[in-house]
């Protein structure tokens, strides 16, 4: 989404700037980008995220999904935070010690809390519902997918993640777009 974001500003930063619209001492230059073949998706590790709001991580993982963000999981992933496993296989990868935990939502209303509990149910992939079914549901108890069920279904983590990483990085350290 932030690339997004920027893309839009910069097209209407050179939109306004080829009308005219801008003074002259104002007129900033459109920025060149990398061609598109270039570029790499953003990569984001999970060490220690606890959850939060369903909403706020649905949310973010749509946005994941469509701009093919990779995530990696290595460490404990709790509560909303295990939407993310929702993400598409070739986005996902886990590393030795990644923990999953499970429960079901709270604190908004007991309406609402049912609501983002069904969201929750219908974006995990089957493999996830099922373990969930055979511990008893989600219940206001965490319950702990240990790393060596959750490897089963998640590919590891490997150089090619880690190359995408430090791509990246390398990308944005040589082509610095934008210094807010």
């Not at 999981?73 to 993400?87: D, E, I, M, N």
Request: proline fraction near 4%.
């Amino acid at each position: 989404m932030a690339l997004k974001s920027m893309r839009i500003m910069v097209a209407a930063l050179g939109m306004a700037a080829a009308s005219g619209s801008l003074a002259a001492q104002d007129r900033i230059e459109p920025a060149s980008y990398l061609p598109n073949d270039e570029y790499l998706p953003r990569v984001v590790t999970i060490r220690e995220d606890r959850g939060g709001r369903v909403i706020l991580y649905g949310l973010r993982m749509r946005e994941w999904l469509e701009e093919g963000t990779q995530v990696r999981f290595a460490g404990k992933c709790q509560s909303a935070c295990t939407l993310y496993l929702g993400l598409s296989q070739e986005q996902t990868c886990i590393s030795d010690g990644a923990t999953f935990g499970f429960h079901s939502p709270y604190g908004v209303s007991g309406r609402k809390d049912r609501v983002a509990q069904d969201y929750m149910m219908r974006n995990y992939p089957e493999w996830v519902r099922l373990w969930i079914d055979s511990k008893g549901g989600l219940t206001r108890q965490m319950k702990t997918m240990p790393y060596d069920y959750a490897s089963i279904f998640l590919k590891p983590c490997d150089n090619d993640v880690a190359k995408g990483e430090s791509e990246l990085t390398r990308l944005l350290a040589r082509h610095e777009l934008f210094a807010f």
